[in-house]
C-alpha cells in the first residue's frame, strides 16, 4: 500500500484546508479504514479524523476538529480527503494519512482514531496556519 498525501500549505486562520490522500498498490483493495492524523513540532501524533470503508463509510473524528471537518472518500480515485473549515492556529503540523487493512465491520472510535492501528502511511504534508 502506497499513500502520498497532497494539499498542505499555508492558510490563513478562519480559512478552509482541503488534503487528500492517493492510495495506491496491489494490497490498497484490501485496505478497511483511512484516517487522518497530524502531529505539531514537539508533540505527539493525533488523530484528526478517520473513515471505516467496511462499515459503510462511517466516519469518525477527533474531539479538535468535530464539527469542523469532514472526511470523505471517492472510491474511483482511490482518494481519501480532509476538509477542516473553519482553520484554528492549533490545525497546524504535518498531516499524515494512514491506511489500515483487515479491519472489522465495527472496531469502535477509540481504534479507528488510534495511530498504532495504522501499518501503512503517506510521507505527509506540511501545514501551516497564520493567525
Known amino acids: 500500500v502506497q499513500l502520498v498525501e497532497s494539499g498542505g500549505g499555508l492558510a490563513q486562520a478562519g480559512e478552509s484546508l482541503r488534503l487528500s490522500c492517493l492510495g495506491s498498490?496491489?494490497?490498497?483493495?484490501?485496505?478497511?479504514?483511512v484516517a487522518w492524523f497530524r502531529q505539531a513540532p514537539g508533540k505527539a501524533r493525533d488523530a484528526v479524523a478517520a473513515?471505516?470503508?467496511?462499515?459503510?463509510?462511517?466516519?469518525y473524528y477527533s474531539d479538535a476538529v468535530k464539527g469542523r471537518a469532514t472526511i470523505s472518500f471517492d472510491d474511483a480515485k482511490s482518494t481519501v480527503n480532509l476538509e477542516i473549515n473553519p482553520l484554528k492556529p492549533d490545525d497546524a503540523g504535518v498531516y499524515s494519512c494512514g491506511a489500515m487493512r483487515g479491519v472489522n465491520i465495527a472496531i469502535g472510535r477509540q481504534a479507528m482514531l488510534q495511530p498504532g492501528r495504522y501499518r501503512h502511511w503517506g510521507q505527509g504534508t506540511q501545514v501551516t496556519v497564520s493567525s
Open positions: 498498490g496491489s494490497s490498497f483493495d484490501d485496505v478497511g479504514a
Open positions: 473513515v471505516n470503508l467496511n462499515e459503510g463509510g462511517r466516519r
